[in-house]
């Protein structure tokens, strides 16, 4: 056990006669490594793009609900009752009346 602990302090375990498996493990092991960090980098990335794209849909969400909000106040009958008054229009005092076309034979 303690020559083992010494091999691998001392690095002799890399240049012996049984050192090529020992490079095969160790390429293998660190090819791993770097797919696994590959991996979390991808993983991180996504979840940055998913909470920007969050953002962007409450912030999209809201200028809706604000801009709906502007055309029902537009659409109230006083509110286009004042924006014809600036112009010189009034209400008509007299209603409208029905006009009734008759079918000719």
């Known amino acids: 056990m303690k020559k083992g602990i010494l091999n691998i302090l001392k690095g002799t375990f890399l240049v012996n006669d049984d050192a090529f498996k020992n490079w095969r493990m160790i390429l293998f092991v660190s090819s791993l490594a770097l797919i696994m960090i590959a991996s979390s980098h991808s993983a991180d990335k996504k979840v940055h793009?998913?909470?920007r794209l969050n953002n962007?849909?409450?912030?999209?969400?809201?200028?809706?609900?604000?801009?709906?909000?502007?055309?029902?106040?537009?659409?109230k009958e006083s509110m286009v009752?004042?924006?014809?008054?600036e112009k010189g229009?009034?209400?008509s005092e007299i209603p409208p009346t029905k006009i009734k076309v008759k079918p000719q034979n």
């Open 49 to 51: 793009e998913i909470a």
């Open 56 to 75: 962007e849909a409450k912030e999209l969400r809201s200028a809706f609900v604000d801009g709906r909000k502007k055309l029902m106040e537009l659409k």
């Open 81 to 85: 009752e004042l924006k014809m008054k």
């Open 89 to 91: 229009l009034a209400i």
